[in-house]
């Protein structure tokens, strides 16, 4: 069964408007989660990595201050992505890492998100 | 993270067909998994590897580690319509993110 969730699975919203995705472990605890975000037909991209208690680390070229990220919990990171424009319309998705067993990062099932 | 290379980027193969795809580095990999992404889906894991030269089966998938642990292939015997997506190879380390490259886009015509 699934070990990450994420909600919602789709969104559409308006330009201008911001929206809150959710990652969560659902049966360990992670204090390291990522954030990737996937264009069609493109790679995932590695955005940054949320820890736990403090700031995030973001990759070179993703603003912070447009996708808040906030690790609250050792099971739920949230990304959320401020003032939405078209151009961020993508594939987002959470991983955790896990130790035990050779299948060491968990993915969730992403979030679609549609800006129109 | 350190990122291997992976060939074709796209193969169109007719349904029973074999399917292979590569992935190279140009250094000592510690590891190597795989992962499958079928559209509109997350990565999957399928497997990692880990020893010189090891050899692993999952059904019609093969999984091979070359022996100077540089490069890595995915062989698919007698493809079927539910092999298409795509497949990423990427090393593992511990807790740092994995670094995909462009994967192989594997489509499959009935």
């Known amino acids: ?116 | 993270g350190q990122q291997v290379m992976q060939i074709p980027q796209y193969q169109h193969v007719q349904e029973g067909e074999d399917f292979t795809t590569y992935c190279n580095s140009s250094t000592t990999l510690s590891n190597i998994q795989w992962y499958k992404q079928r559209p509109g889906g997350h990565p999957v894991f399928l497997i990692q590897l880990v020893k010189s030269g090891e050899v692993k089966k999952q059904k019609r998938l093969t999984f091979q580690f070359g022996e100077a642990k540089k490069n890595s292939s995915l062989h698919i015997t007698a493809t079927q319509t539910t092999d298409v997506g795509t497949y990423f190879c990427t090393r593992n380390s511990g807790n740092t993110p994995l670094v995909f490259g462009k994967g192989t886009r594997l489509s499959v015509i009935a």
């Open chain 1, 1 to 116: 069964g699934a070990v990450v969730s994420q909600h919602p699975s789709r969104v559409i919203c308006k330009s201008g408007t911001s929206v809150k995705i959710e990652c969560r472990s659902l049966d360990f605890q992670a204090t390291t989660m990522f954030w990737y975000r996937q264009f069609p037909k493109q790679s995932l991209m590695l955005m940054a990595t949320s820890n736990e208690g403090s700031k995030a680390t973001y990759e070179q070229g993703v603003e912070k201050d447009k996708f808040l990220i906030n690790h609250a919990s050792l099971t739920l990171s949230t990304l959320t992505v401020t003032s939405a424009h078209p151009e961020d319309s993508s594939f987002y998705i959470c991983s955790a890492p896990r130790s035990g067993g050779p299948e060491t990062q968990y993915f969730g099932p992403g979030t679609r998100l549609l800006v129109l």
